[in-house]
């Protein structure tokens, strides 16, 4: 099993940054990618950005140059660096991991609340 707990959600108005982090725990040496998923009110969660374990990345188109997914082995946690943030960023952001190349995101955290507003 892995577990997952994010946090640096909150609190921030159009323009300002965010970053969070989630640190994973548990059998991580299984773990291929991890990821940042969010859901906003009445909408189907969607992939934001993801990061392997060869440190290949993947953005949403709606994120790309905005938003950075990084991550530090040593510590177990990935962060995503939120940049030029807007009001339709606001979401529940989720942390998730997978185990490999064919197999879905299996494992999540709890979520960590962003809102963007003035």
């Known amino acids: 099993q892995v577990q997952l707990v994010e946090s640096g959600g909150g609190l921030v108005q159009p323009g300002g940054s965010l970053r969070l982090s989630c640190t994973a725990s548990g059998r991580i040496f299984s773990i291929y990618a991890m990821g940042w998923f969010r859901q906003a009110p009445g909408k189907e969660r969607e992939l934001v950005a993801d990061i392997t374990s060869g440190d290949s990345t993947n953005y949403a188109d709606s994120v790309k140059g905005r938003f950075s997914i990084s991550r530090d082995n040593a510590k177990n946690t990935v962060f995503l660096q939120m940049n030029s943030l807007k009001p339709e960023d606001t979401a529940v952001y989720y942390c998730?991991?997978?185990?490999?190349?064919?197999?879905?995101?299996?494992?999540w955290g709890q979520g960590t609340q962003v809102t963007v507003s003035s």
């Open positions: 998730a991991a997978r185990r490999n190349y064919y197999s879905p995101y299996t494992y």
